[in-house]
Nanobody, 125 residues
Framework: QVHLVESGGGLVQAGGSLRLSCAAS????????MGWFRRAPGKEREFVAG????????EYADSVKRRFTISRDNARNTVYLQMNGLKPEDTAVYYC??????????????????WGQGTQVTVSS
């Protein structure tokens, strides 16, 4: 059974930084693409960033490019989202997700079948 646990959310002032972590268990982590999504109040869930199963392929939403960085540590079964230059519009619940199929590319069109419980990020102006 796949289990994803996010951590690292909190309250930060605009311009500040946070690093989210997502610890995964239940499958061979290195074989699966990982993604980060967010849901802001009153809005639909949106793709933020994705990381392929191997080779370092990444994809970002236009709204976070050059501010957010996704990375993964296969030895620790963990994916990270480094968020710099945070803006009030980044306020949302952030979720990590894992591809349902092995060896995927981890982009916005990936079918993510497993989800964490989410962590709140609040950016004050």
């Amino acid at each position: 059974q796949v289990h994803l646990v996010e951590s690292g959310g909190g309250l930060v002032q605009a311009g500040g930084s946070l690093r989210l972590s997502c610890a995964a268990s239940g499958r061979t982590f290195s074989r699966y693409a990982m993604g980060w999504f967010r849901r802001a109040p009153g809005k639909e869930r949106e793709f933020v960033a994705g990381f392929s199963w191997g080779g370092g392929g990444t994809e970002y939403a236009d709204s976070v490019k050059r501010r957010f960085t996704i990375s993964r540590d296969n030895a620790r079964n963990t994916v990270y989202l480094q968020m710099n230059g945070l803006k009030p519009e980044d306020t949302a619940v952030y979720y990590c997700a894992q591809d349902g199929l092995a060896y995927g590319t981890g982009n916005r069109r990936t079918r993510y079948d497993y989800w964490g419980q989410g962590t709140q990020v609040t950016v004050s102006s």
